[in-house]
């Protein structure tokens, strides 16, 4: 099975001989893979909604696979640590990630591996993370259909820390790579129009000037690297 290179960058992150729940599988195209590739000592999956469970569990079928574990459940509900060490959080948003990991309580645990990918609200889920000590060891960028991703893996240390306005934007990514580059120059011109459409409105504000910290910031990051 061919995965997008969003999912391959994901499985790359994954250990071998780790137990792996893939939350919010849809196609069941990870667990799969993960599966048939020999890299896993187990795999189970999870889906919210009724017709992607369904779609998953017919392309397990199909792949002839019977030791895949599927759940129809919300996030990890139905999920013991027993079960995974390696938990997959991918394609949604970094809020509805957030609450995922609040719910499931058996993840603050510094055995257990945490790979997450946004599709909106990275920053956010950043600041998240921080907030409740998980640790990010690594972060790349992914370009997939179009889009510029960003994958996470993380561990938990317990011990909040604080990050600035640029880690918040961009974590770990740096702009030593085509895909890399791209994150970050996203981000910069996102900041830089936030900033441009409010010095036209209010420019002595809070907003304004953090914006225009970040933009100043992202371009420094981007110039070291041209």
Same mark, same amino acid.
């Given at each position: ?23 919010g599988t849809d196609h069941g195209y990870l667990p799969v893979f ?23 569990? %017919? ?23 027993? &079960? ?62 179009? %889009? ?63 914006? &225009? ?12 690297? %041209?």
């Open positions: 099975m061919r995965l997008s290179k969003r999912l391959a960058l994901i499985a790359g992150m994954v250990q071998s001989g780790s137990k792996v729940c893939d939350v993960l599966y048939k590739s020999g890299k896993c000592a187990s795999v189970c999956a999870t889906d919210i909604r009724e017709k992607p469970y369904e779609n998953a569990r %017919k392309n397990i079928e199909v792949a002839g696979i019977s030791e895949i574990k599927l759940f129809l459940c919300d996030g990890l509900e139905s999920i013991t640590r027993d &079960m995974a060490d390696t938990i997959i959080i991918a394609g949604m948003g970094g809020e509805v990630i957030s609450g995922i990991i609040e719910r499931a309580q058996f993840l603050r645990d510094d055995t257990v591996t945490l790979i997450i990918q946004p599709t909106t609200s990275a920053d956010k889920l950043r600041e998240y993370l921080s907030e409740i000590g998980f640790v990010v060891v690594t972060e790349r960028a992914v370009e997939d259909n179009g %889009k510029i991703y960003s994958v996470m893996k993380c561990h938990f240390a317990g011990i909040p820390y604080p990050i600035d306005l640029t880690r918040k934007a961009v974590g770990l990514i740096t702009p030593d790579y085509d895909e890399g580059r791209a994150y970050i120059e996203k981000q910069y011109n996102i900041a830089l129009k936030r900033a441009e459409e409010l010095e036209n409105t209010d420019k002595n504000t809070f907003a304004y000037f953090e914006s &225009m910290r970040l933009s100043t910031e992202l371009k420094k990051l981007l110039d070291r690297r %041209k």
